[in-house]
């Protein structure tokens, strides 16, 4: 599974973004796609994660109520909309994909693309 990562750019704090990945090659093995960051001199964090069918979504807690994750399955395609962008979120964002039924706990995804770098300025 190869996964590309679209759509990081420069905005406002209070603005808006709209990343999208798109994965090609055995993507009939993905039960869930998502999104980690990774600031700078900071550890990489889990953004957000979808099942294939869009169904369920899960988002990490400083992020929650201001981005929205969604999938197109038809088109191989997850987005993530990021609404009232802070200082805070910029980071270089990775999109990652998972064959995993169920996922517990921390998650590992066994598929990653490159990043796609946001930076919010004030």
């Known amino acids: 599974v190869q996964l590309q990562a679209y759509g990081g750019g420069l905005a406002q704090a209070g603005g808006s973004l709209r990343l999208s990945c798109v994965a090609s090659?055995?993507?009939?093995?993905?039960?869930?796609m998502g999104w980690f960051r990774q600031a700078p001199g900071k550890v990489r964090e889990f953004v957000a994660r979808?099942?294939?069918?869009?169904?369920?979504?899960y988002y990490a807690d400083s992020v929650e109520g201001r981005f929205t994750i969604s999938i197109n399955n038809a088109k191989n395609t997850m987005y993530l909309q990021m609404n009232s962008l802070k200082l805070d979120d910029t980071g270089v964002y990775c999109c990652?994909?998972?064959?995993?039924?169920?996922?517990?706990?921390?998650?590992?995804?066994?598929?990653w693309g490159q990043g796609t770098l946001v930076t919010v300025s004030s």
């Open positions: 990652a994909a998972d064959r995993s039924l169920i996922i517990r706990g921390r998650w590992s995804p066994d598929y």
């Open positions: 090659g055995g993507t009939f093995s993905i039960n869930y």
């Open positions: 979808i099942n294939w069918s869009g169904g369920s979504t």
